[in-house]
């Protein structure tokens, strides 16, 4: 599954990359990221000052039924924006296991749209196939309730 959506907000686009490049705002505008929790370093020495990582539970719910599921997440790109107003992140799954897992990306592109806005293009990407039935439709029913809850939690930062 390879889903992008793109949120409009009246923030700069160096406002909206503040928000989107702390993954734990992602509970407080995206649906289906129940809990991100910074991971601890003294239990993870894996985990370096220049890649952050996160504990991230995702939760879909469809109906009656709900699915939950727990990955471990870097930043592996942190662009904030230049002159030019363009800025990137990246997260990725990076499970210290041994395992081999599905991957998991999220992306956010920034650019600015006109004189007082920004957009966020925002990219989700997952190698797997028991997520897809339940979160496609979260995607497609949630982009503008997404666009809305981030342009309200970057007014009040």
């Known amino acids: 599954m390879d889903k992008t959506f793109t949120l409009e907000t009246p923030a700069t686009?160096?406002?909206?990359?503040?928000?989107?490049?702390?993954?734990?705002?992602?509970?407080?505008?995206?649906?289906?990221v129940h809990k991100v929790e910074p991971v601890n370093t003294s239990q993870?020495?894996?985990t370096e000052a220049d890649s952050?990582?996160?504990?991230?539970?995702?939760?879909?719910?469809?109906?009656?039924l709900s699915?939950?599921?727990?990955?471990?997440?870097?930043?592996?790109?942190?662009?904030?924006?230049?002159?030019d107003g363009v800025g990137q992140v990246r997260f990725e799954r990076r499970e210290i296991d041994g395992r081999d897992h599905a991957d998991w990306?999220?992306?956010?592109?920034?650019?600015?749209?006109?004189?007082s806005a920004s957009l966020a293009e925002c990219r989700l990407a997952y190698s797997g196939t028991l997520w897809t039935a339940?979160?496609?439709?979260?995607?497609?029913?949630?982009?503008?309730?997404?666009?809305?809850?981030?342009?309200?939690l970057i007014a009040d930062a």
Do not use: H
């Open 13 to 32: 686009p160096a406002d909206l990359f503040d928000t989107v490049s702390d993954l734990t705002t992602y509970p407080s505008w995206i649906d289906f």
């Open 44 to 46: 993870d020495p894996t």
């Open 52 to 64: 952050p990582a996160w504990w991230v539970t995702l939760r879909a719910r469809l109906g009656p």
């Open 67 to 83: 699915r939950s599921k727990r990955l471990r997440m870097t930043r592996t790109v942190c662009t904030p924006p230049g002159a």
């Open 105 to 115: 990306i999220l992306e956010v592109n920034v650019r600015p749209n006109g004189d």
């Open 134 to 152: 339940p979160l496609e439709p979260l995607l497609d029913q949630g982009a503008d309730e997404s666009a809305a809850r981030l342009a309200a």
